[in-house]
């Protein structure tokens, strides 16, 4: 089993250009997330989606954009990417029955 | 004040060492709690959940204290393959996502 699946794993952009993570599971979870994870910050939520067809905003929304496109992929945007967005961005989901999250390996960005 | 606070670390121990470290929370309507584990450079795991009576598997065992609002994580005969930072995790009732807390280094030496 895959699990959840992030791409790419690594990436560097340049300040004002625009990219999308992309995220999918494999489990039949409900839920899914966007964190982002920088030293001494810990993870802090970026969005999330309950089921297919709903997104909400998390702790630290501004500069994304998220799009639930079915109920296996989770997509996050950066549509004019800034040097405070380097981070690793870690994908989640969990089946609502339980509240074990299981992560994606990361993808890791410097903005320059 | 952050929702979810730990001791930074690191905790540096000697194999077979006993370590515990501890995480407070500060809002009382926080119902599920968990331990995670990550490795360098990678994603977290889950170690395991931590239940109000307190729970044990193999060398770790959780506690929670509700009345002071902490969690405990307990590993005994420590392995070098510990070596890790762990990460206090709470989940709101309410809330859709989980909250963690910034992690404790622990580094587990020959």
């Known amino acids: 089993n895959a699990g959840v699946t992030q791409t790419p794993k690594f990436q560097v952009l340049k300040t004002g250009q625009s990219m999308t993570l992309q995220c999918a599971q494999d489990?039949?979870?409900?839920?899914m997330y966007w964190y982002r994870q920088d030293p001494g910050m810990g993870l802090r939520l970026i969005y999330y989606?309950?089921?297919?067809?709903?997104?909400d905003k998390g702790e630290v929304p501004n500069g994304y954009n998220v799009s639930r496109l079915n109920k296996r992929e989770f997509s996050l945007r950066l549509e004019s990417a800034a040097p405070s967005q380097t981070s690793v961005y870690f994908c989640?989901?969990?089946?609502?029955?339980?509240?074990?999250?299981?992560f994606g390996s990361g993808t890791r960005l410097t903005v320059v | 004040r952050k929702e979810v606070e730990q001791d930074p670390g690191p905790f540096n121990v000697p194999e077979g060492a006993t370590v515990a470290f501890n995480c407070t929370y500060s809002?009382?309507?926080?119902?599920?709690f968990f331990w995670y584990r990550q490795d360098c450079r990678k994603e977290p795991k889950l170690l395991m959940s931590?239940?109000?009576s307190g729970n044990e598997d193999g060398r770790f065992t959780a506690q929670l204290n509700r009345a002071s609002q902490y969690i405990s994580l307990l590993i005994r005969d420590s392995k070098l393959s510990d070596s890790a930072t762990y990460l206090c995790?709470?989940?709101?009732?309410?809330?859709?996502?989980?909250?963690f807390g910034s992690g404790t280094r622990l580094q587990v030496q020959p």
């Open positions: 989606s309950a089921s297919e067809g709903t997104t």
């Open positions: 489990m039949n979870h409900n839920s």
């Open positions: 995790v709470v989940n709101r009732a309410g809330r859709r996502a989980l909250t």
């Open positions: 931590v239940y109000s």
């Open positions: 989640a989901s969990r089946s609502t029955r339980d509240y074990g999250y299981t």
């Open positions: 809002n009382s309507a926080s119902q599920s």
